[in-house]
């Protein structure tokens, strides 16, 4: 008997994976999830533990339990249509699965009290990000951290996207972004890759959709041929505005003076350093953010001319 | 020395490669390891470390690169052979533990091939899948899972039984196999008495009586409360005597359960008399109406069946009863359903009225109005579900207690102290710090403590904080029943 059961719910571009490819590739297959590839786009099908987020298709734990024991192995074909995964030998239904929307961001956000948050939060990562990815780096600097070859490298490249996020927010150039944290780190999805989804998202946050898009349009090519298919999709669904529900509910606590302790853990909880790095990339925009004089006018971005 | 190695569109979690390439960093002879993803701003970086060779510069942004410096050409190949390993085993889980854990049942049989016997934890309505495709990989299984649909039982008990294997539970919390103590178990040392028991609790009073006594178990077998139904049929029971039977080691045969359908009976006894092994049947609560083969011999209660293998009676308490009071009431409260129900048979036998959540035969429910022994098995659903087990968290009795404890009917309180595998590490000490917030006068407390010396929680030690805080400690379950008769008489 073919194992059936159902998609509870899914971000956006697991919904559009689904409506754009007939046929798709098991490119990963982990304990509680399995990455499904086709072109350029990736679904991650996989418990209520891998959160929800924009590529993220999630059955729930009974539902799981049957495809984790029927799952196929890596390079097995799927067939997508009729509402419906077929996988190796399972079958996921689709059709009732409902859309997952991040939450909407704070509108005025105060930033002196958001300059009190992020210091809070900066001290907390000191403690508690791991030393491995490039979150502390990006949050308090070098000091205190062991020295590695990555701080090295991305120590300067972190230094340039916050130089380039300043001067754009404050008085926009005809600079073209910085591209060269694009697969650049430890893990399935690099390092230097989570810190800008984050970066992409927060400028959404604040309203800089524009610039979000100017930034995309340097590290979006570059990510074809500079990082990893999956780490680019995911690049991809940010120059959306779209990540992780954990880092979205992170920002808008922060922009909204909430306590960021409770999606801060599930922030900790995405991959090893994914959901610190992500982090950070938010807090590097955010920082420059408050730091902007609220009375300074918004100077029309060279771009959109 | 530089060594590489491509893995062409290989994911691995993050977790996994950073575990990985550390343990590989560690080995004898290396100097340094990573394990990145080739994207370019990577090997740049393992260019940087000295870890990146021509090889290693060929991989694209899609593959894996695992890169080692190590001092000579020995330590670089083990190295590699070691990482590979590393990286073939199967995945885990971002946040699993340092020791890797299948989560599923394929991923074990992978991590473990020759594997024969699965055991099944998880909710009821999934139990039955989970045995099924066990089964049909050729596994002995367990299911600890309670509310599995009597339906679904009825189906794995009958393909087991086509496939030649056995299906333990569901519900069954203990069993013994190979000496190994599954569940709720024991330490006992392995012998020729083999059990077989519908009861998780009847099997470890047994089971630690005989270990006491000095003997020792070859394998005790969990059938589930409903093996011997009309409608199972006694598949596993039948099947674990057919695998008692053919064991050399086992040369006494002990079956316990609660009283079986009629036909059910006359079948597993029948099948029990074409054995040359001697058997004890303890039906908790009645005796087969079929007249016994020659090998089979009865017992009333657990302490009986022990001792028709020990071949002499267990002791009893010797120590001095509590002054008699006007309390007449026994209020047992007990974590073991079968230690429950041997209560109310032998108190049953003495003529008193019982009552009970789980009733034997010949005792009333709760609301049976009139003075009555009131015995309480916590295990029942009613008190376990959606909190733990009393045997895993003993302050699920603390309330019980406390109620009995003022209650100025109660002359007596009864309760079993149950240890083995997978229980709370000191149910004694919850015990009497419990009882040391009473400051008041209080009724007797006999106990009985069902475990061994090589428990976990070594059996002396627990029963000393018991006499300590003035518990008068039985033997037996059967023995501490009989002493809160006295108590109340």
New interface residues.
């Given amino acids: 008997m073919r194992p059936v059961t159902s998609v509870s719910m899914w971000g956006a571009h697991a919904q559009r994976f689904c409506e754009c490819h007939a046929s798709a590739r098991v ?6 999830s399995f ?1 499904v590839e086709a072109g350029a786009d990736f679904v991650c099908i996989g418990d209520l ?1 891998i959160g929800r987020g924009p590529l993220n298709a999630i059955v729930d734990s ?1 539902g799981w ?2 495809v ?2 029927n799952l196929g192995a ?1 390079g097995t074909e799927a067939r997508i249509g009729n509402g419906m995964i077929e996988c190796g030998r399972i079958s996921l239904v689709t059709a009732a699965a409902s859309s997952w929307l991040p939450p909407p961001w704070p509108r005025n956000p105060e930033r002196e009290t958001l300059t009190v948050r992020l210091d809070d939060l900066e001290h907390l990562a000191c403690e508690k990000a791991p030393v ?1 990815g490039i979150a502390r780096l990006a949050l308090s600097g070098a000091a205190g951290l062991p020295v590695s ?2 701080a ?2 991305a120590g300067p490249r972190i230094a340039r996207l916050r130089d380039w996020i300043g001067s754009q927010l404050i008085r926009p150039t005809c600079d073209p972004a910085p591209h ?11 390092s ?1 890759d989570d810190l800008l989804c984050g970066a992409l998202v927060a400028l959404y946050a604040i309203g800089e959709i524009a610039l979000a898009r100017e930034l995309y349009a340097v590290i979006g090519e570059a990510a074809r ?7 680019a999709a995911c690049l991809k669904a940010a120059a959306e505005g779209q990540g992780s529900e954990p880092l979205h509910e992170t920002i808008v606590a922060l922009l909204a003076n909430q306590s960021v302790a409770r999606p801060l853990e599930a922030v900790a ?1 995405i ?4 959901g610190w790095d992500a982090l950070a990339g938010a807090v590097l925009v955010l920082r420059t953010f408050a730091a902007m004089s609220g009375q300074v006018s918004k100077p029309v971005r060279p771009s959109a001319i | 020395m530089i060594r590489t190695e491509i893995r062409k569109g290989f994911y691995l979690d993050s977790v996994a490669l950073m575990r990985a390439a550390r343990s590989i960093a560690e080995l004898p002879g290396i100097e340094d390891a990573g394990m990145m993803i080739g994207t370019p701003a990577n090997k740049e970086i393992l260019r940087e470390a000295g870890l990146l060779d021509e090889a290693g510069a060929q991989a694209g942004p899609g593959d894996l690169v695992i890169a080692l410096r190590a001092r000579n050409p020995a330590a670089a190949a083990a190295a590699m052979t070691q990482a590979r390993h590393l990286l073939d085993q199967p995945r885990r889980s971002e946040d699993s533990d340092a020791t890797w854990q299948p989560r599923t049942l394929r991923a074990a049989l992978r991590q473990m091939p020759d594997a024969n016997f699965a055991l099944i934890s998880v909710p009821g309505d999934f139990a039955a899948a989970e045995a099924r495709s066990a089964l049909r990989r050729g596994l002995n299984v367990m299911i600890f899972s309670d509310n599995v649909p009597f339906a679904q039982e009825v189906a794995l008990k009958c393909e087991a039984r086509d496939r030649g294997l056995l299906v333990m539970g569901p519900d069954c919390g203990t069993a013994i196999v190979g000496g190994v103590p599954l569940a709720f178990a024991n330490s006992v040392p392995r012998g020729e008495v083999g059990i077989i028991g519908a009861s998780g609790t009847g099997i470890q009073e047994v089971s630690c009586l005989i270990a006491n006594g000095g003997r020792g178990i070859s394998h005790a077998i969990g059938t589930g409360g409903r093996d011997l139904s009309v409608e199972i049929g006694g598949i596993t029971t039948l099947a674990a005597i057919d695998l008692l039977d053919n064991d050399a080691t086992t040369q006494h045969i002990i079956l316990i359960s609660k009283p079986p359908a009629p036909d059910v009976a006359k079948h597993v006894l029948a099948r029990a008399g074409k054995s040359a092994k001697p058997f004890t049947v303890c039906l908790i609560g009645g005796k087969p109406e079929t007249e016994l083969p020659a090998n089979v011999r009865f017992a009333s209660t657990l302490a009986e069946a022990a001792e028709a293998v020990l071949g002499r009676k267990i002791g009893t308490y010797q120590g001095a009863l509590p002054k008699s009071t006007n309390a007449r009431q026994i209020r047992g409260l007990f974590c073991g359903g079968t230690l429950c129900s041997e209560a109310q048979l032998i108190l049953q036998r003495s003529g008193l009225h019982v009552v009970s959540n789980a009733p034997i035969r010949g005792t009333g429910g709760l609301d049976t109005k009139g003075d009555a022994q009131i015995l309480i098995d916590l295990g029942d659903d009613k008190f376990t579900r959606g909190r733990p087990h009393p045997m895993i968290e003993p302050a699920t009795r603390d309330a019980p207690l406390a109620e009995a404890l003022v209650d100025k009917t109660v002359g007596v309180v009864m309760l079993d102290v149950i240890l083995g595998w997978g229980i709370h590490p000191d149910p004694a000490g919850h015990l009497v710090r419990a009882l040391n917030t009473w400051s008041e006068a209080r009724p007797a407390i006999v106990a009985s403590v069902i475990g061994t010396e090589a428990d976990p929680q070594v059996r002396s030690s627990q029963v000393r904080k018991l006499t300590d805080a003035g518990i008068i400690v039985a033997p037996s379950n059967a023995n501490a029943t009989e002493i809160a008769l006295k108590c109340v008489r």
């Fill in positions: 490119v990963a297959v982990f304990a509680r990455h533990s009974a339990a049957w984790a024991g890596v491995e070859v990555l090295r490298v060269d944290l694009v697969g650049l780190g430890p893990g399935l999805t690099p230097g041929f500079a990082t990893s298919p999956l780490s909880r991959g090893h350093t994914s």
